[in-house]
């Protein structure tokens, strides 16, 4: 039976160092464990197992010749949006089938050097663009916990992997709550970092303000664990932030004593199905007999965050999917006359429609005539709610809310109402849109047993803060997670 | 001078086979029509931005305020051309080959 598959990170590395399993014995068990479930729970898109086994195996030949590291031997699973030197990076979109990766990203460098084993690559939505990782090209990802319902998205496999104990823990991406939302809704942790804090280099680019890699782990530990790993400032990328990280092991207090935790009154307005609302509410009073001190504050531009994120993320998209045209990788249309057909007719065949809807929309908000109204405009509403944020953040050191307004939604249940998905990312996207931090804990279960996440959202470059919050919160909670 | 063609509340025409020219996204008619339906309703959202009172504030283009991020100039390798050339659909060993443009 497996079941070194259902250890934490952090078990894993000292199990690892006491001699108490090999990293070939854990990704067997991983392996196994893939193999009786993944092809319900469809989380992989690719796996080559004997490569798998293969770094594992020279991970142990390392440790065996006196060799130690921080994650030497630990297996972990990456987004497929991810680029991980010699495998596939197909952002779960036909337009990159066949590509593979010639280099790693910086993240993924890091994480190697630190002697981490990559394991498979997780299902996503096309291009990180949708809620629910229904828009995948390659497959749907069921949610492990009720398998007519999504995982979430757009890194929905990483979560139903971590959640189901097919993965220790696997990296995601957020742009507009891609990591947190699919964490909320498989319950597991995911972790957002601050804008700038992990390097993109490598991330292939949605919305360039607003992107960053983040983990999706079982404890908040090893989401801890894996940022010390991957953050930093980088060379291969002019926005990642020349700025130590704080020290995160140290940040993980079993108490809240000293913080004080502000309450957003517009995150807590109707909308929000009374059993998450519960769960969260239940949540915040754990924090307060922890110690933390609450206190409410209000964030006035929140409502105008969904316009202003769909506005400002599509124009990106639209500039840098602008890339995927045939020429240099990818697929390519077979048979056109002139470079102008072989774009157009490469696109319409490898893109999915979320993606086309998204480049339409994205160049329509900065076309000629509708820049100022559209694009402009959600770049103001951008700072103000950079501004909300600040002063927020004047009278408390971080804010709880929900992640968001219900629990998974059924397969196909938002798939062919665009506005009705997008809209239930009003609680993920504002800390993108302002670059903050922001952390989703399991927080409980509706009657029907889908997860809740708790969100802890906190100021730019304090990690520390959200990580202590979320720690403190889930050991004394003691949710039960699933087993394989 | 830019003007703002925003359409009255509501609904918003927006041209998608225009809009997919300028994409390079070759869209059946059946695409055209669903999203002109479904980008119409999101525009038709989205125009609630114009509610907000944006006099005095600055746009905001990055969360961090970087400029002029600089490194020394010293020529280091890059990626070897095999590899450059190893997902490309068509090269010749040195060059990506595409149709004839002119």
Redesign the interface.
């Known amino acids: 039976m497996p079941q070194f598959n259902t250890l934490t990170v952090g078990q894993a590395v000292d199990m690892l160092d006491q001699g108490g399993c090999t990293s070939e014995e854990l990704v067997g068990d991983l392996l196994d464990s893939i193999r009786a479930r993944d092809g319900e729970l469809g989380a992989y898109v690719h796996l080559d197992e004997e490569d798998a086994l293969r770094q594992a195996r020279a991970a142990d030949a390392q440790r065996r010749d006196g060799r130690r590291a921080p994650l030497l031997g630990v297996p972990l699973a990456v987004k497929d949006v991810i680029n991980v030197a010699g495998q596939p990076c197909g952002c779960a979109s036909r337009i990159l089938e ?3 990766a ?2 790693d990203a910086t993240a993924i460098a890091r994480l190697r050097a630190a002697g981490a084993v990559f394991l498979g690559r997780a299902n996503m939505d096309e291009f990180a663009m949708g809620s629910t990782t229904e828009n995948s090209a390659v497959k749907i990802t069921r949610n492990p916990w009720d398998a007519s319902r999504v995982p979430g998205g757009s890194s929905g496999g990483s979560a139903a992997m971590v959640a189901a104990d097919e993965a220790l823990a696997a990296l995601g991406s957020d742009t507009g709550g891609s990591v947190r939302q699919p964490a909320a809704f498989c319950g597991c942790v995911g972790l957002k970092p601050s ?2 804090r992990v390097s993109r280099y490598g991330l292939t680019a949605f919305a360039s ?1 607003l992107d960053q890699i983040g983990p999706l782990t079982k404890t908040v530990a090893d989401a801890a664990r894996l940022l010390a790993v991957m953050g930093g400032s980088d ?1 291969l990328d ?2 990642a ?1 020349d700025l130590p990280l704080p020290d995160l092991q140290a940040a993980l207090q079993p108490d809240l004593r000293g913080l004080r935790l502000g309450l957003p009154r517009e995150y807590f307005v109707g909308g929000i199905a009374p059993e998450v609302e519960q769960a969260v509410q239940t949540a915040i009073r754990a924090c307060e007999r922890l110690g933390a001190r609450l206190t409410e504050v209000s964030l006035p ?1 929140t409502r ?1 965050a969904v ?2 994120y ?2 400002i993320s599509c124009a990106e998209a ?1 500039a840098n999917l ?1 890339r995927f ?8 249309a077979a048979d ?10 490469t ?2 065949a490898g ?1 999915g ?1 979320e993606v ?2 998204r ?7 900065l ?8 694009y ?9 709610i ?1 501004d909300d944020f600040a002063g927020a953040f004047r009278e408390c050191d971080a804010l709880l809310a929900p992640v968001t307004p219900t629990a998974a939604y059924k397969l196909g249940e938002v798939l062919d109402n ?2 009705q998905m ?1 809209l239930g990312d009003i609680f993920t996207v504002p800390a993108n ?3 903050n931090c922001a952390l989703s804990v399991p927080c409980g279960f509706t009657a029907a047993g889908l997860p809740v996440g708790l969100q802890v959202v906190g100021p ?1 470059f304090r990690e520390d803060v959200i990580l202590r919050v979320g720690h403190a919160y889930e050991q004394a909670a003691g949710w039960p997670r699933r087993g394989a | 001078m ?5 359409a009255p509340a509501g609904q918003d025409a ?1 041209d ?1 086979p225009y ?2 020219r ?7 008619p059946a ?1 055209t029509s ?2 002109q339906q ?2 119409g ?3 038709g ?2 125009r ?3 509610e ?1 009172n ?1 006099d005095q ?8 305020p ?1 400029c002029n ?1 600089l ?1 020394l100039d010293e020529p280091r390798p890059g ?1 070897p051309r095999e ?2 050339l ?5 090269h010749d060993g040195e060059q ?1 080959i ?4 002119v």
């Open positions: 066949g590509y593979t010639p280099y804008y700038g303000s060379p002019s926005t932030a531009t105008h316009a202003a769909y506005i639209s602008a045209d045939g020429v240099r990788y990818g697929r390519r056109a006359a002139d470079p102008d057909e072989m774009y157009c007719r696109r319409a893109f429609a086309k809807r480049i339409i929309l994205g160049a329509y908000v076309s000629s005539g509708y820049y100022d109204a559209y402009v405009r959600a770049q103001k509403a951008r700072a103000l950079r665009p506005l997008y849109l302002a670059g730019a | 830019q003007t703002d063609r925003s927006i998608v809009v997919a300028l994409a390079r996204l070759a869209l059946t695409e669903l999203f479904q980008l309703r999101v525009v959202y989205m609630e931005l114009a907000l944006v504030v600055e746009p905001m283009a990055q969360t961090m970087r991020v490194r990626l590899k450059v190893a997902n490309a659909p068509r990506f595409v149709p004839k443009i």
